[in-house]
């Protein structure tokens, strides 16, 4: 673990990967719910970071190394109190032959595995609301498509590397695409709702066949 500053109101700590963030993003979450860093306003998870932001509070920083010293970022970290979600799919992906053909599996496999996986967001990015999920089945951890495609419909539901994720608007992207939310399926972000995104790390994440 390393931590340094991010300006001179946010530390940046890097960690070697997705388990460290998790170990840090509980603790630094945990700490924040148990009201014992005031002053700290928000913690921001990535793939290999968590940035900690404290506007005009240079002492609430301090206090953030300190409870840091004391994170054992090889312990698995208790279960956030996120909550949980169940997003309906119709699996009709322009990519699920082709996922279904690298993992070496029918596409009903497909389906069967990616909807029997409990995921979990460990962090937001890309876009407002767009969530990176892990806990796929090695299977389904594929790489991006070679050449992105410059529009995906919003709900697409896709794989990339060892992550899952839904597009919540519709944008260029480069994720294998093997389904789609219904058009009753929960908003991803809304800009009037607190927290505006529906999936926020530590969320357990579940996908429904539909179709």
Known sequence: MEVRPAGPE???????????????????RGALDRGELPGVVDVVPAARTV??????DR?????????????????APAR?????????VVYDGEDLELVARDAGWSTDEVVTAHTGAELTVAFGGFAPGFAYLTGLPEALQQPRLDTPRP?????SVGVAGEFGGVYPRTSPGGWRLIGRLTDDAPTLFDPDRDPPALLVPGTTVRFRDAG
């Open 59 to 75: 002492g609430a920083l301090a206090a953030v190394r300190v409870l840091l010293q004391g994170v054992d970022t090889t312990a």
């Open 10 to 28: 946010a530390l940046i700590v890097d960690l070697d990967g997705l388990g460290a963030v998790a170990a840090v993003g509980a603790a630094l």
């Open 51 to 56: 940035l900690v932001t404290a506007p005009g």
């Open 151 to 155: 529009r995906i419909p919003a709900g």
């Open 80 to 88: 956030d109190e996120a909550g949980s979600v169940e997003l309906p």
